[in-house]
């Protein structure tokens, strides 16, 4: 069954130091990999997406990430927090070969000042 | 340029009642799909409606259906409300090209509670 793993509940880290919140994948075929935020009572906001390439994706905000084939990991990285990029992070895969997302279950960031 | 639009934005239903949430896509899109997003879950996938037609369905019984209107719009009905129904619904729209490969755009969902 292709799934998602995202093995931290909560990532807490310090305004102006680097995060990481990590992302694991298990699917059939190419990966098709997508990172999402969400803010208190609020929908999914697209951060970045990997298809095919580089394996360093740059997105929204600042947010980069690394895919990792051998490790089958698709973590999101930015090199300096911010107080307002607290909020729960959401990584996803397509499940192929349909359109259907598979999502992780969230890792919430806290970004202290 | 609207984003997608969900209504209402929150709801109150009793065990046993049904519900009919909606949803309109971003401008330019076409394709429609359903998540359903338990407290502290990520969203788990319901439906995806092309074409005014369901393409795609994911592990929930029958009681979930839906529809698509011509204008691309879409409604998410539930029958017989459980209490484990209560949740945020959220609309994602997308382009229909068959490759999946362009990000599905969310609402800010519909909160269901179930008394």
């Known amino acids: 069954a292709q799934s998602v793993a995202q093995p931290e509940d909560q990532v807490n880290v310090a305004e102006g130091n680097p995060l990481t919140v990590k992302c694991t994948y298990s699917v059939s075929g190419n990966p098709y990999l997508f990172w999402y935020v969400q803010y208190p009572n609020r929908g999914l906001q697209f951060l970045l997406k990997y298809i095919t390439g580089d394996n360093l994706v740059k997105g929204s905000y600042g947010f980069e990430a690394e895919f990792n084939k051998s490790q089958t990991s698709f973590h999101l990285k930015k090199p300096s927090a911010l107080v307002s990029d607290s909020a729960l992070y959401l990584c996803?895969?397509?499940?192929?070969?349909?359109?259907?997302?598979?999502f992780g279950t969230g890792t919430r960031l806290q970004v202290f000042p | 340029d609207a984003g997608v639009t969900q209504s209402p934005t929150h709801l109150i239903k009793t065990r046993g009642q049904q519900v009919t949430l909606r949803c309109s896509p971003k401008s330019g899109h076409d394709t429609v799909s359903w998540y359903q997003q338990a407290l502290g879950q990520g969203p788990q996938f319901i439906f995806q409606y092309y074409e005014e037609e369901e393409r795609q369905r994911g592990n929930f019984p029958d009681r979930f259906s839906g529809h698509q209107f011509p204008n691309y719009s879409s409604e998410l009905n539930v029958n017989a409300l459980l209490l484990g129904d209560s949740a945020l619904y959220l609309c994602?729209?997308?382009?229909?090209?068959?490759?999946?490969?362009?990000?599905?755009?969310f609402g800010d969902g519909t909160r269901l509670s179930i008394l």
């Open positions: 994602a729209s997308s382009l229909f090209q068959g490759l999946g490969n362009q990000p599905q755009h």
């Open positions: 996803a895969v397509r499940e192929n070969p349909t359109d259907k997302l598979i």
